[in-house]
Each structure stands twice: as C-alpha cells, then as structure tokens.
C-alpha cells in the first residue's frame, strides 16, 4: 500500500493521491508472499495427485484381480486332488464299484461349489481282480473363476489318483509294473502341466 503522508507531502493533489492508490499494486510482506506461494504449490500438488491416481488404480486392480485368480484356480486344484483321492479310496475296497468312486468324487465337488466337473474311473468295472483303481478328475477354470473367466477360455485343472485295491497280495503284485510305468510317465511330465499320481496302498 503506499504511503499516503509520502504522496501528501509532495504536494500532490486529493485526486492525484487517490488516482496513486487506485493503480499502485500493494506490496506483499513476506509472509503473506510465502503463503500465497504455499497456495499456489498445494493447488498443483492436488492436481499432479490425481493425474499419478487415475494412472496407478488400473494397475494395482489389475493385480489385484490377477491374485484372486491365481488363488481361486489353487483352490481348484486343491478340490480335485481331493475328490479324486476320495473316490479312489471309496473304490479299493472290496465289494466297491466305480459308480461310487464317482458319487464319492461328484459330492466333493458339489460341496465346494464347482461346475462342469468331469470324472473317470478306469476301470470302469472293479472285481475282485482289479488290482488297481484310478480316478480322474478335470475341473475347467472358466466356469468357475470369481472374476474374468475369459482369461482362462479353455484352461483346466486335471488330478489323477491311483491306488493299490484291497485285494490279496497276489493280486496287487500284477498291479507294480503299471503302477511303476505310471510313476515313470508322471516324472517325465512334471513342470509340464502333466497330471498328479498319487501311490496309495
């Protein structure tokens, strides 16, 4: 602001020192400088905040999602390891069929929520010569993912158990050499979506 008895002691006018006033620009303390610099920066702050939001939020929900995912197709693979151990172990002993390895099998994974399941039993006739039972279980992914199942389209979790049936030794000595090449095949596929074997006696 300026000072007004500097104006009036130069002899100027009433009009003149309004007209001084009117157009002089005031002077900023310091203070009142760093405060409206404070503004002025919180103001592009806010703004530069909500720019770095708008391109961090779809990344962080993409992982988001990308977690649940995985989590949820470990769950499934954890389902079918489960049933098919089950449904094998409902047929090894003796009088079972395969009709109940699948029931055994088919309850699991109804109690968990999983749609689309399919189950095989082989063989498909149990005797009491059969001296091995082995039960297939393959869930798809996509009907059963949580949050994008196109990400997944023809994806699917497979886990296949084999076990040795209650029968006398002899018979499930006829058994080692195909549970052994069945072991074999298994090594050679893992690491490469082969299936999982699970010996049993």
Known sequence: MPNLCTIGSAGASPSQVLKTIMHEPAKLTGRQA?????????????????????VVLPIV???????????????????????????ARNAMVPGASAD?????ARTLLQAAGLKSATITVTPQVVTEATPLITVRVEVPIAPNAWISPS??????????????????????????????????????TKGKGGNAIVPGL
């Open 34 to 54: 760093m405060r409206q610099q404070q503004r002025f920066t919180n103001k592009n702050r806010r703004g530069a905040a909500l720019v770095e939001f708008a």
């Open 100 to 104: 109940e390895a699948t029931q055994a």
């Open 61 to 87: 929900l993409l992982i988001f999602a990308g977690m649940i995912e995985i989590s949820r197709v470990l769950l499934l693979q954890h389902s079918a390891d489960t049933a098919s151990y089950e449904g």
């Open 151 to 188: 990400w997944f389209k023809e994806s699917k979790v497979v886990s296949e158990t084999t076990l040795f049936c209650e029968r006398p030794p002899m018979i499930q000595l006829t058994g080692v050499p195909q549970m052994q090449a069945m072991s074999a095949q298994a090594k050679k």
